[in-house]
């Protein structure tokens, strides 16, 4: 029997892992919620948005990288099953992945049309299949005959952490007649009702995130010039934009985040300047220099990036950003990357600028989308 590494919502019955069964892990769901930090609502972030940008008071960033020694990082490859069509790391196909503890990664995989589940063991290298985090009935959610955009939406956050709500669009496209609409719908799973929050220009959902008790939900639309962030209240809606508190747009879905406290979003603007935004205070700063995929630590406090843009990608630094003191530490060199002794020859080998997941202490980092590797820092 597999076995379910959380717990499962006492609302839901549990069920074996199979093509009919959608499942959904995200980082809000294995991560428990600093019990000081408060849960924002809806109401609470409207009440306080801006009608302009406003500054606050985080730090300029000042460095405290020190050199580590080229033979020091190690990186392996994750073996999740038998290697696809294309050669080694190619299927199972990683999708996501996230840290449990300092040992523990989860992480989704697709095979074909179907998503299954591996929680690996960093300290002995075993990976074991197991249940699901959270689950559900497929069926219940293509009748709604959402857009496909996205092959497994409930690894990219369009499904509450707890399995009550989906998030979703339907789009209309250009015609001589229209110009084409996306409307946003949230999609009650208890009560079967169905709420439209925004309709707009044809865009696609690229990422969901939801606050700690699922009053709000966050998201971006996503076209191309740009991706405008919106909030909406889980239980009356409509959606509101984002844009007075962050200042500006994403440059897409892919380079915005929530805190898994629900208290603040990061977001690479159109500019590669990365934006930071106390929600409930209704503040923004602007952290300096050039930035791209921002990801927050499970504690809330500190601020992953890659410090460089998406015209060089391979030229950036992983840095950890300490939001109370604005010291900022690099992770992973280009250099040190490249010198990990593991599989030079491979062809799915990361590079810095892609999906990551890092540690709760620093001391690994998952790299992912498709192939999963581990690359071992110095402590």
Not at 83 to 93: K, L, M, R, T
Not at 96 to 109: C, E, G
Not at 129 to 143: K, N, R, S, T, Y
Request: net charge negative; hydrophobic share 40%.
């Amino acid at each position: 029997m597999m076995r379910n590494p959380l717990a499962t919502p006492t609302h839901m019955s549990p069920r074996k892992l199979t093509s009919a069964t959608v499942a959904l892990f995200l980082a809000s769901a294995c991560t428990p919620t600093p019990e000081a930090s408060p849960a924002p609502t809806q109401e609470a972030a409207l009440a306080h948005t801006p009608t302009a940008l406003q500054s606050t008071s985080f730090p300029t960033p000042s460095s405290t990288s020190e050199e580590t020694p080229a033979a020091c990082p190690g990186l392996v490859r994750v073996e999740a099953g038998e290697p696809g069509v294309w050669g080694p790391g190619s299927e199972p196909f990683v999708l996501l992945a996230r840290w449990v503890d300092s040992s523990q990664l989860v992480f989704a995989a697709r095979t074909g049309d179907t998503l299954s589940w591996y929680q690996l063991d960093s300290r002995t290298g075993e990976v074991e299949q197991v249940m699901a985090p959270i689950q559900f009935d497929a069926g219940a959610l293509e009748a709604l005959a959402p857009d496909s955009f996205v092959d497994f939406p409930e690894t990219q956050g369009h499904i509450s952490p707890s399995g009550a709500f989906f998030l979703y669009t339907k789009t209309a496209f250009a015609s001589s007649q229209s110009p084409g609409t996306t409307e946003v719908h949230l999609y009650d799973l208890r009560s079967a009702q169905d709420r439209l929050l925004l309709s707009e220009r044809p865009g696609a959902i690229l990422q969901g995130y939801w606050a700690p008790d699922e009053t709000a939900v966050f998201f971006d639309m996503t076209r191309e010039g740009g991706a405008p962030l919106y909030t909406a209240n889980t239980a009356t809606g409509p959606a509101s934009s984002l844009a007075p508190l962050i200042g500006s747009e994403a440059i897409s879905g892919e380079q915005w985040t929530l805190s898994p406290d629900g208290a603040m979003i990061a977001a690479v603007d159109t500019h590669d300047q990365l934006m930071l935004a106390h929600v409930l205070e209704g503040t923004a700063a602007v952290i300096p220099g050039p930035a791209m995929r921002p990801s927050f630590s499970q504690d809330s406090n500190t601020l992953y990036f890659y410090s460089g843009t998406s015209l060089e990608p391979e030229a950036s630094e992983l840095v950890a950003y300490q939001l109370n003191t604005g010291q900022t530490q690099t992770l992973v060199t280009p250099s040190e990357l490249a010198t990990a002794a593991a599989f030079p020859e491979d062809a799915t080998r990361p590079s810095l600028g892609g999906l990551y997941s890092v540690s709760p202490d620093d001391a690994q980092i998952a790299f992912y989308f498709g192939s999963l590797w581990l690359l071992r820092q110095c402590k």
